[in-house]
C-alpha cells in the first residue's frame, strides 16, 4: 500500500504517519525539522532520516507498524557511527508503540542498539514520555507502567491521532 503524501504546518510529509508524529513532537514542544539533509553513508548507500531534532542533535525515523527491514535498520546504524549522533526509531503512530535507538558509545566508538529497557540518556526521553524522572526508561513509552493517561503525554497522544490532513484541515 502507497503512503498517502501530506501536508502539515507547510511541509509536505511523504506520509501521514510521520504527519502525526510531526504534531506529537509540536504537542510536547519539541523542535524538529523534516528531512533536513541526506547523507552519503559510502558503497553507494543513500540515507534521508525523517527528522533532525536541533535542540538534542540527534535524528528520528518514522516507519510504520509493519514497514521495517533489516536494510533500513543497517541506514540508521551506519548514520549513527557515522555521525556520532543517536538514531531514534519510531514504529507505528503515536500511541504506545516502542522505540528503538542506535545510541554513539563515545567511550568504545561503537554503536549500541537499544531497546526500551537500556534508553536512559536519550536527548529527550523525559520530553516524549511526559516524565522528568530520571529513573525511567524508554523515549516512546511501552511496557507495564503507562503513562497514557498523564499530561503532556495524553494531549500530545490525542493532538497526533485526531489530526486531519484532508482538504487543508488543521489538527
Known sequence: MKAIDTLYKGVYFRSRTEARWAVFFDALGIRWEYEKE??????????????WFPDD????????QYNIDWKDM????????????????????????????????????????RDR????????????MGRKREDE?????????????EEPWKSAIRAAQIARFEHGARP
Open 117 to 128: 529497557d537500556e534508553c536512559n540518556d536519550i536527548p529527550f526521553r523525559h520530553i516524549a
Open 57 to 64: 542533535r540527534m535524528y528520528g525515523e518514522v516507519k510504520g
Open 137 to 149: 526508561w524508554g523515549v516512546y513509552w511501552c511496557g507495564e507502567s503507562d503513562p497514557s493517561n
Open 38 to 51: 541526506g547523507y552519503d553513508l559510502g558503497d553507494g548507500i543513500y540515507y534521508l532520516p525523517d527528522f
Open 74 to 113: 543497517q541506514k540508521m546504524q551506519r548514520l549513527c557511527e557515522q555521525s556520532k549522533r543517536t538514531v531514534c526509531l519510531f514504529v507505528g503512530i503515536p500511541d504506545r508503540a516502542a522505540c528503538t535507538t542506535f545510541c554513539y558509545d563515545q567511550d568504545t566508538g561503537e554503536v549500541e542498539l
